[in-house]
């Protein structure tokens, strides 16, 4: 079969997108290949498609347990199997993947990093016909990064244990020296690079001043349409804002990595089907979402990077229609940003108290605790020794990049049920209560597999199935328990906290200057790249997003709120109404919410005088191509 086959029987699409076939053909020619594609490119048929080619099986290590379980799930319904492995996994849950792998029943191993750092693990790949190895959100194996994460540098195992196997490195955002720098820390041998265009020619990008940003996002959503995703930076304010909208006649609802994972699968499903507009979240919402009809992207709070703020916007338009995004900036914002850098760096003595504590909080004796996993609760340790959490994860992620510890933060497990009664027993069970009775038999209903082995099982959609609240389902899923007639494994979310060493005495530990100083600066270089963006005197958008990823715009983009504004024209000069006439269509297309006389004329005040402005409005107001309401005008319908 050839790769548009395999594509065409499991996937049902026709024909690749762009660049996806280059990059299918160049690993199966068994070449190391980085693509750089932005989000929402379909970086996973790249090497879904190949693997199902090849003999042997597919290590991708990718750094979102989330992320790993849907790509997993998504394979199971292409009937294609895979298993995933990572960290935080119970003894009897790596047993059953061994299981699959070992009958030669799958094609792909998910792995997050870290779990390449255990030898029993890489022993037991070592005896397994690896066919090529994946690397997703490639950029976290760089120092340059934006989200470095030293776990990656555990994939150099994979490769001294199949050096014949082709790598594959795949991420939406890397500027030139973070590529070369993933080519290098992956011991690529001659890579071949794709490298697809960052720009979005259907995104329209905007930048708002704003004080009441609150009022802003309202304004904003009330004059566009479709649905829309706001990115806030606080869990806190997601719920604030999700509430407001609602109050105000929008349907809206909120997601950040704190809420059980069935609620977020409930609003997560409730968006893509559109029975929500709106989604106010944090940044932990929207990896391996392809909802293509997302109109606006909003973002309230500024993030600290270029990379982010593209990763994020570039979940508007997938289906190629006209989108917007939006950047609401305070003056405020420059200062908060820059205040953030100075607090991800704490003094050197306090990180090294910080672990001497995290060692004495678990228990960890000097000289122990080489190669341990521990379970660790954040909140309890904060309170005990009076941190603010934000101050005790950068002292974390500091003790993390310098190889003492490996921080893995909150990790969410599914209630689990096996039935250990006889099917024939149940028929005549008695003495447990209605609710039991009831959970059970929707339980029996609506999963399979309950007398073979644990089924992950969702009390939202026990809930939504019988009526009863989560607390009812928990009580009779318990007495089921204490009758026998199941075994129930309540969820769980936990952080965990794994010594790569033994524990060093606070004096001896060294934070190099790559993790410390160095680090501080690439940091602080990316958040003035961001406030440079969101600048009033910045040029073309879009070619600033463009020039940050190494690849220089040919011309501006003509859609953005500086081009719509002329400021990005090398020449000022003054246009006849003819001319005048689609500068002010395209700047007032750009305010899908409505732009009044005054900003017009700010704006284009370098194109026409005020006079010359007024009379086209009235020229173009009186033809029907724009309406005025409430002192704004907008495009006629």
């Given at each position: 079969m050839s790769p548009l086959d395999i594509l065409k029987k499991y996937w049902g699409y026709d024909n690749f997108r762009p660049l996806q076939q280059e990059i299918v053909n160049s690993v199966l020619s068994g070449h190391d290949t980085l693509g750089l594609m932005p989000t929402g490119g379909g970086k996973s048929i790249t090497f879904q498609v190949p693997a199902l080619l090849m003999e042997g099986i597919t290590v991708v290590v990718t750094p979102l347990i989330s992320l790993m379980k849907d790509q997993v799930d998504n394979l199971k319904k292409r009937r294609i199997k895979a298993v995933f492995f990572h960290s935080g996994m119970s003894a009897e849950d790596r047993r059953k993947s061994r299981e699959l792998i070992y009958n030669a029943k799958a094609k792909f191993i998910?792995?997050?990093?870290?779990?390449?750092?255990?030898?029993?693990?890489?022993?037991?790949?070592?005896?397994?016909?690896?066919?090529?190895?994946?690397?997703?959100?490639?950029?976290?194996?760089?120092?340059w990064g934006y989200d470095f994460r030293p776990a990656y540098l555990h994939i150099k195992n994979l490769r001294k244990i199949a050096p014949d196997a082709p790598v594959l490195a795949l991420t939406a955002t890397a500027t030139p020296q973070v590529a070369d720098d993933i080519c290098r820390q992956l011991l690529m041998k001659d890579p071949v690079v794709f490298r697809m265009s960052f720009s979005r020619k259907n995104l329209n990008y905007i930048v708002r001043n704003s004080e009441t940003k609150i009022n802003e996002v309202f304004h904003i959503l009330s004059r566009t349409s479709g649905s829309s995703i706001v990115y806030v930076r606080s869990r806190k304010r997601t719920r604030e804002i999700a509430d407001y909208l609602c109050q105000m006649g929008i349907?809206?609802?909120?997601?950040?990595?704190?809420?059980?994972?069935d609620v977020k699968a409930l609003r997560q499903n409730e968006w893509q089907k559109g029975n929500v507009r709106v989604m106010v979240a944090t940044n932990a919402f929207g990896m391996g979402i392809d909802k293509p009809d997302v109109r606006v992207v909003i973002h309230y709070d500024t993030p600290p990077s270029l990379e982010e703020y593209y990763q994020e916007a570039g979940r508007a338009g997938r289906d190629g229609l006209k989108s917007y995004v939006v950047l609401l900036r305070a003056k405020s914002d420059a200062g908060v940003l820059r205040r953030r850098v100075t607090e991800n760096f704490p003094e050197r003595e306090f990180i090294k108290k910080l672990y001497e504590r995290v060692c004495n909080f678990l228990k960890i004796s000097i000289g122990e605790g080489y190669d341990n996993l521990y379970p660790f609760d954040l909140d309890k340790f904060c309170k005990t020794f009076n941190y603010q959490q934000r101050q005790c994860l950068s002292a974390l992620h500091i003790l993390s990049q310098s190889g003492y510890i490996e921080f893995l933060e909150e990790t969410e497990y599914r209630s689990r049920v096996l039935i250990t009664m006889?099917?024939?027993?149940?028929?005549?069970?008695?003495?447990?209560?209605?609710?039991?009775?009831?959970?059970?038999?929707?339980?029996?209903?609506?999963?399979?597999?309950?007398f073979i082995d644990y089924v992950d099982i969702s009390e939202t959609i026990i809930s939504t199935e019988t009526n009863l609240t989560s607390e009812e389902i928990y009580t009779a899923l318990l007495e089921l328990s204490r009758a026998k007639v199941l075994s129930f494994i309540?969820?769980?979310?936990?952080?965990?906290?794994?010594?790569?060493?033994?524990?060093?005495?606070?004096?001896?530990?060294?934070?190099?200057?790559?993790?410390?100083?160095?680090?501080?600066?690439?940091?602080?270089?990316?958040?003035?790249?961001?406030?440079?963006?969101?600048d009033d005197s910045a040029g073309c958008r879009e070619s600033a997003i463009l020039r940050y990823f190494g690849e220089e715009p040919i011309e501006n983009c003509g859609r953005c709120d500086r081009c719509r504004a002329g400021g990005s024209r090398s020449k000022k000069e003054k246009l006849t109404k003819e001319n005048l006439i689609p500068e002010i269509l395209n700047f007032i297309s750009s305010r899908p919410y409505g732009v009044d006389f005054r900003i017009i004329d700010h704006h284009l005040s370098a194109l026409a005088s005020s006079k010359s402005l007024a009379e086209t409005l009235s020229f173009l107001h009186n033809e029907g191509y724009i309406k005025l309401e409430n002192g704004a005008y907008f495009l006629a319908e």
């Amino acid at each position: 079969m050839s790769p548009l086959d395999i594509l065409k029987k499991y996937w049902g699409y026709d024909n690749f997108r762009p660049l996806q076939q280059e990059i299918v053909n160049s690993v199966l020619s068994g070449h190391d290949t980085l693509g750089l594609m932005p989000t929402g490119g379909g970086k996973s048929i790249t090497f879904q498609v190949p693997a199902l080619l090849m003999e042997g099986i597919t290590v991708v290590v990718t750094p979102l347990i989330s992320l790993m379980k849907d790509q997993v799930d998504n394979l199971k319904k292409r009937r294609i199997k895979a298993v995933f492995f990572h960290s935080g996994m119970s003894a009897e849950d790596r047993r059953k993947s061994r299981e699959l792998i070992y009958n030669a029943k799958a094609k792909f191993i998910y792995t997050s990093p870290e779990r390449l750092r255990n030898p029993g693990f890489i022993q037991e790949l070592r005896m397994m016909k690896i066919s090529m190895i994946v690397v997703d959100e490639a950029h976290c194996i760089s120092q340059w990064g934006y989200d470095f994460r030293p776990a990656y540098l555990h994939i150099k195992n994979l490769r001294k244990i199949a050096p014949d196997a082709p790598v594959l490195a795949l991420t939406a955002t890397a500027t030139p020296q973070v590529a070369d720098d993933i080519c290098r820390q992956l011991l690529m041998k001659d890579p071949v690079v794709f490298r697809m265009s960052f720009s979005r020619k259907n995104l329209n990008y905007i930048v708002r001043n704003s004080e009441t940003k609150i009022n802003e996002v309202f304004h904003i959503l009330s004059r566009t349409s479709g649905s829309s995703i706001v990115y806030v930076r606080s869990r806190k304010r997601t719920r604030e804002i999700a509430d407001y909208l609602c109050q105000m006649g929008i349907s809206a609802t909120f997601y950040h990595a704190g809420l059980d994972y069935d609620v977020k699968a409930l609003r997560q499903n409730e968006w893509q089907k559109g029975n929500v507009r709106v989604m106010v979240a944090t940044n932990a919402f929207g990896m391996g979402i392809d909802k293509p009809d997302v109109r606006v992207v909003i973002h309230y709070d500024t993030p600290p990077s270029l990379e982010e703020y593209y990763q994020e916007a570039g979940r508007a338009g997938r289906d190629g229609l006209k989108s917007y995004v939006v950047l609401l900036r305070a003056k405020s914002d420059a200062g908060v940003l820059r205040r953030r850098v100075t607090e991800n760096f704490p003094e050197r003595e306090f990180i090294k108290k910080l672990y001497e504590r995290v060692c004495n909080f678990l228990k960890i004796s000097i000289g122990e605790g080489y190669d341990n996993l521990y379970p660790f609760d954040l909140d309890k340790f904060c309170k005990t020794f009076n941190y603010q959490q934000r101050q005790c994860l950068s002292a974390l992620h500091i003790l993390s990049q310098s190889g003492y510890i490996e921080f893995l933060e909150e990790t969410e497990y599914r209630s689990r049920v096996l039935i250990t009664m006889q099917r024939e027993d149940l028929y005549d069970l008695r003495g447990i209560s209605q609710n039991s009775e009831i959970v059970l038999q929707k339980i029996l209903r609506l999963y399979t597999g309950l007398f073979i082995d644990y089924v992950d099982i969702s009390e939202t959609i026990i809930s939504t199935e019988t009526n009863l609240t989560s607390e009812e389902i928990y009580t009779a899923l318990l007495e089921l328990s204490r009758a026998k007639v199941l075994s129930f494994i309540p969820k769980t979310r936990t952080s965990y906290i794994y010594l790569p060493t033994s524990r060093e005495e606070p004096r001896y530990l060294s934070i190099p200057r790559t993790v410390y100083e160095d680090r501080r600066e690439i940091i602080s270089g990316r958040v003035e790249a961001m406030i440079g963006y969101a600048d009033d005197s910045a040029g073309c958008r879009e070619s600033a997003i463009l020039r940050y990823f190494g690849e220089e715009p040919i011309e501006n983009c003509g859609r953005c709120d500086r081009c719509r504004a002329g400021g990005s024209r090398s020449k000022k000069e003054k246009l006849t109404k003819e001319n005048l006439i689609p500068e002010i269509l395209n700047f007032i297309s750009s305010r899908p919410y409505g732009v009044d006389f005054r900003i017009i004329d700010h704006h284009l005040s370098a194109l026409a005088s005020s006079k010359s402005l007024a009379e086209t409005l009235s020229f173009l107001h009186n033809e029907g191509y724009i309406k005025l309401e409430n002192g704004a005008y907008f495009l006629a319908e």
